[in-house]
């Protein structure tokens, strides 16, 4: 069964960067509008960002200008580049598809300490 694997999260300070991967197997992932999600302490899973299968993207107003989503139809990967991270954006971070959603991964977990 398909289910994304997320990766790169970790313990970093305010201000601090981190770039985030997502893993997944399986064909026509080059059609699929992908997106990264967020789940915060005692919060619902928020959509943070998506990308479409011909590249355009879009942001929660919280991050933009400083998350960048971006993809990688070769390798079946898109990627989340975080900088100037608050510590607001601490949460579980989640890959899926927008349309179709796989199972869920286990995400990965990002502490933005202050």
């Known amino acids: 069964q398909v289910q994304p694997v997320e990766s790169g999260g970790g313990l970093v300070q305010a201000g601090g960067s981190l770039r985030l991967s997502c893993a997944v197997s399986?064909?026509?992932?080059?059609?699929?509008?992908m997106a990264w999600y967020r789940q915060g302490p005692g919060k619902q899973r928020e959509l943070v960002a998506d990308?479409?299968?011909?590249?355009?993207?879009t942001y929660v107003d919280s991050v933009k200008g400083r998350f960048t989503i971006s993809r990688d139809n070769a390798k079946n990967t898109v990627h989340l580049q975080m900088n100037s991270l608050k510590p607001e954006d601490t949460a579980v971070y989640y890959c899926?598809?927008?349309?179709?959603?796989?199972?869920w991964g286990q995400g990965t977990q990002v502490t933005v300490s202050s």
């Open positions: 990308i479409t299968s011909g590249g355009r993207t």
């Open positions: 399986g064909s026509f992932f080059s059609l699929k509008y």
């Open positions: 899926n598809s927008r349309i179709g959603p796989y199972p």
